[in-house]
T-cell receptor, first 113, second 112 residues
């Protein structure tokens, strides 16, 4: 079945710098890759997603890139702000059988002022 | 307002008690999911449903059960709560033909 690995588990960056979180997946048939942000005490919320027919997608300060050949995708946050501090989860869709997402282990991002 | 709702938000209960965590969505989504998550940690899928009268076990073994009698309602039941069940339980739903999951606010469970 699908397996998603996420790195790093914790990331600390200075305000204004960029942050990059990486995920790899195992099932080459996966075709949908969302990223969720979970602030302390809140629910996970979708911040950006990408499909396998697209290599990059951008929404203001956040972007996601996908390398299907290498089976990895990354979240890029530029000009980081204190409100970007949260836990971020990547996920990959399971195509065959159960219609579900397999989540990465999460990255705790801290933005230092 | 169309959303996904969970009740109770917080629950403290003694060992051996039977509890039901409620999840309802008003978006007409056909797929629904239950996850167990220690705060800020990995999400573990424990149950999911494709629609009415359809339920499946997830990747994490769980002593809980679920039912899906109505499209909008997906309750999770623990017949006999134990301290090891202490965690946060998140419900999510997905519209037909899509993969994006939308999460409820969660229920924080503490079993003494």
């Amino acid at each position: 079945g699908e397996n998603v690995e996420q790195h790093p588990s914790t990331l600390s960056v200075q305000e204004g710098d960029s942050a990059v979180i990486k995920c790899t997946y195992s099932d080459s048939a996966s075709n949908y890759f969302p990223w969720y942000k979970q602030e302390l005490g809140k629910r996970p919320q979708l911040i950006i997603d990408i499909r396998s027919n697209v290599g990059e997608k951008k929404d203001q300060r956040i972007a996601v890139t996908l390398n299907k050949t290498a089976k990895h995708f990354s979240l890029h946050i530029t000009e980081t702000q204190p409100e970007d501090s949260a836990v971020y989860f990547c996920a990959a869709s399971v195509v065959q059988g159960a219609q579900k997402l397999v989540f990465g282990q999460g990255t705790r991002l801290t933005i230092n002022p | 307002e169309a959303d996904i709702y969970q009740t109770p938000r917080y629950l403290v209960i003694g060992t051996g008690k039977k509890i039901t965590l409620e999840c309802s969505q008003t978006m007409g989504h056909d797929k629904m999911y239950w996850y167990q998550q220690d705060p800020g940690m990995e999400l573990h899928l424990i149950h999911y449903s494709y629609g009415v009268n359809s339920t499946e076990k997830g990747d994490l073994s769980s002593e809980s059960t679920v039912s899906r009698i109505r499209t909008e309602h997906f309750p999770l039941t623990l017949e006999s709560a134990r301290p090891s069940h202490t965690s946060q339980y998140l419900c999510a739903s997905t519209p037909s033909g899509r993969e994006t999951q939308y999460f409820g606010p969660g229920t924080r469970l503490l079993v003494l």
